[in-house]
């Protein structure tokens, strides 16, 4: 058990972190956002020298190089976190393995990026490390094999972001891109909406989340911690009015003073194939079906 | 990249330049707070330029909605210029360019805002 969020480190007047050199542009994109902000940068080559350095003193934000393997990565995260348990770490890396993701979130990373990966995202998840005061991981894997991934995830829209690009790490050339980002995009929605209704983004709710890796499908089961709704009485969304009426919801929520919305079931439902509640509706499975591998030609 | 939102002004359309995520939480909320003061300034003529957006979500979609149907009630009217990528597939999945005319050049996209017949010329 970790000690609270709040003795973790020290207060410092300056923030600083510690980048492993990946070189070229990663390199001068991390200056330029954590120079933006005024946090002071130590840069080192390599990880046995992060380990010495954060041993001796706390640093705020840490990033890995890209050419050291996820599972050195992970191995650092650990032997820090005995002494630093609420380092905020970013992995970034160019050699990976599938299971790689599940390791980097089991043991408390802050971020993951395998390559290829987009700067701007990178960028945007340090600007998010670099915003939290103090930090605590909102996600907690019980159970993970590369098929099959239980996990539970704080309700707040900062843990929901952190999981999605977890998700976007996952690297597997058996699933095309466009179904991944499908897959994503509508599962992001679901999640929100479980934090949202059923967690009201109360911070000490959790979301229990699976997701489920077949040969043709892949599935995400999203269970909040709410009293569940029923699609049928739900006004306030465009899934509760005609599917060609994207209007009538809006009036709804703005007479009962909800934030503009109501597009997230929609949006879900059309990206994926299958979108199955329990009776209850706190409880939700998405489907997306694979096109079978195409053979060689013989 | 947080949203980041420019005004500039063509004739009597305000186009405004989104740059960035239009995601949930702040950005979102951020969006939603410019597009409301726009609407409450009686904008009659607004052009929403998405081509640097790189994230749009439900709530996004819902802002532009939104401002679609306060707009329309003000006799006003709203147009979107150059979505891309996951932006233009997420708008194609619930429709939108069926409904808020959606154009992927802006002399164009500006063209449909004067008045049918018109024309400059002596």
Redesign the interface.
Known sequence: MTTPCSSAVAPTTEKTALLVTSGGDIDELLTNVLASEGWSIQRVVDNQQVVALAKAKPFDLIVTGRQTRVAEDVELLRKIRSARPHVRLIILTDKFTPGDVISAMREGAFSYFSAPF?P?EL??MV?AAMAEPCWDDGIEVLSGTPEWVTLTARCD?ATADRLVQFLHGVKDPSIPETDK?QVI?AF??IL?NAMEHGGHFDPSQHVEISFIRARRAIACRVKDPGKGFSLEELRHA?AGNSPED??TH?KVRDEQGM??????I??AK??VDELIYNETGNEVVLVKYLDPPKLPIT | ??LQISTRESGDVVILDLR??AT??VD?DLL?DHLNKLIATGVPKLLLNLASV?QL???G???I??TY?SLRRQAASLKLLCPRG?VQ??LR??R?PE?IPTFENETEALASFRPRGYSAAP
């Open positions: 987009e701007s960028a945007e600007r829209l980002d995009t992001k929605e929100i465009v994207l209007f809006a934030r503009p919305g109501g597009f997230g929609l949006l059309k990206l | 990249m947080g960035g995520r949930i939480g979102s939603i790189t979500d439900s709530s979609i819902s802002a909605v939104g149907v996951r597939a997420v999945v619930v939108l409904i």
